[in-house]
Each structure stands twice: as structure tokens, then as C-alpha cells.
């Protein structure tokens, strides 16, 4: 699976941004699917999940109820709605798929199967 990653930029404390994950190359309804952050200097950390079948979620206590995840299963993308945004979300956001389950992702950082490239969120006034 090829990962593209889309959709950072610059925005002011409390306003939102739209991430975007575009997939190819294999069946995209096959891989659970997840987003995470890392800051230099500091580990990757999880930051939301979505099942293969796009019906459960599950996302880090930071983020909970400011993003949202969600997967298009015709135009193969998996979005990350970021609302309320804070300057401690500042940092690359990159994409993932893996074959295990949306709950294993967090654990898995290290194995999961794809990673995107990343995509820069600043959150500064």
C-alpha cells in the first residue's frame, strides 16, 4: 500500500484543519488504519484509529472529542478532522496501515506495514 499524505499547514490556536490519506495499491478495506504525531527531539506518538470496515474508532485522551477519523472507501482515503486546535498539536502527522486491528495500532507503532510521509501541522498565533 502506497500512503500519501495531505492537508497540514499553518493555523491559529483554535481553529481546524483537514488531514488527508490517500491509499493505493492494494484493497484498502483490508488494512485498519491510523494516524500519529511526532514532535523532534520526541518518540511517534498515536493519535487515532479507524477499523477496516470504518465503523470503530478510537483515539489518544489528547485528542478525544477535538479530532475526528473517518475513511471514504470510494475515493480510497482516510481523513483526520483536527478542530479546536491547540499550539501542543503542533508536529508532523503521518498515516498508517496495518493488518492487524485499529486497537492493535497504538501498540504496534514500530511494525506496523505502511507509513505515509508526513504532513506538517503548526499551530501557532
Known amino acids: 500500500v502506497q500512503l500519501q499524505a495531505s492537508g497540514g499547514g499553518l493555523v491559529q490556536p483554535g481553529g481546524s484543519l483537514r488531514l488527508s490519506c490517500a491509499a493505493s495499491g492494494r484493497t484498502f478495506s483490508a488494512y485498519a488504519m491510523g494516524w500519529f504525531r511526532q514532535v523532534p527531539g520526541k518518540e511517534r506518538e498515536f493519535v487515532a484509529a479507524?477499523?477496516?470496515?470504518?465503523?470503530?474508532?478510537t483515539y489518544a485522551d489528547s485528542v478525544k472529542g477535538r479530532f475526528t477519523i473517518s475513511r471514504d472507501f470510494v475515493k480510497n482515503t482516510m481523513y483526520l478532522q483536527m478542530n479546536s486546535l491547540k499550539p501542543e498539536d503542533t508536529a508532523g502527522y503521518y498515516c498508517a496501515a496495518d493488518h492487524f486491528t485499529m486497537a492493535a495500532m497504538a501498540l504496534r507503532i514500530n511494525s506496523l506495514d505502511y507509513w505515509g510521509q508526513g504532513t506538517q501541522v503548526t499551530v501557532s498565533s
Open positions: 479507524i477499523s477496516r470496515s470504518g465503523g470503530d474508532t
